[in-house]
């Protein structure tokens, strides 16, 4: 059906039509049930869970990294070089309002409705142990690569 000239006239003024701006505002341009894997800015900035992270980009390598852009380049560079190990592709998306809690999604190019999209870190189960883990070890594991 042809465009009427009032609808040629509003996009032209407001712009195209999106569906459910607020959620691809705060998902970094994407939809929830599109997304493996959210981590909040303040995980991305502790550099939470990289191991689990990179787990992730090896289960899903059809998925697509996006990086808020209010993020230093410092702090996002290592998830871009975990992104390139993984041939991931990436986006930093900018954003003049920048109001979204995401630092880093993981997501698909399609519907998958996963219910928990958070990281959660990985027990470290040492041989001969009780299963606690010391916190200099949760540390060794942060920073091993």
């Given at each position: 059906m042809p465009e009427s000239i009032d609808d040629y006239i509003d996009r032209g003024i407001h712009g195209a039509k999106e569906i459910n701006p607020a959620e691809r505002k705060k998902y970094l341009g994407t939809f929830r049930e599109r997304i493996e894997i959210q981590m909040s800015k303040q995980e991305v900035f502790q550099k939470f869970c990289t191991k689990e992270l990179e787990q992730e980009m090896k289960d899903h390598p059809k998925a697509k990294l996006l990086l808020n852009g209010s993020i230093s380049y410092e702090i996002l560079r290592a998830y871009i070089m975990l992104a390139e190990k993984h041939r991931i592709p990436f986006s930093i998306v900018a954003r003049e309002d920048d109001d979204t809690p995401i630092g880093l999604v993981l997501t698909e190019d399609h519907e998958i409705n996963r219910e928990d999209?958070?990281?959660?870190?990985?027990?470290?189960?040492?041989?001969g142990t009780t299963g606690k883990v010391s916190l200099l070890d949760k540390i060794k594991a942060i920073f091993q690569d």
């Amino acid at each position: 059906m042809p465009e009427s000239i009032d609808d040629y006239i509003d996009r032209g003024i407001h712009g195209a039509k999106e569906i459910n701006p607020a959620e691809r505002k705060k998902y970094l341009g994407t939809f929830r049930e599109r997304i493996e894997i959210q981590m909040s800015k303040q995980e991305v900035f502790q550099k939470f869970c990289t191991k689990e992270l990179e787990q992730e980009m090896k289960d899903h390598p059809k998925a697509k990294l996006l990086l808020n852009g209010s993020i230093s380049y410092e702090i996002l560079r290592a998830y871009i070089m975990l992104a390139e190990k993984h041939r991931i592709p990436f986006s930093i998306v900018a954003r003049e309002d920048d109001d979204t809690p995401i630092g880093l999604v993981l997501t698909e190019d399609h519907e998958i409705n996963r219910e928990d999209t958070h990281l959660h870190e990985m027990p470290i189960i040492t041989e001969g142990t009780t299963g606690k883990v010391s916190l200099l070890d949760k540390i060794k594991a942060i920073f091993q690569d």
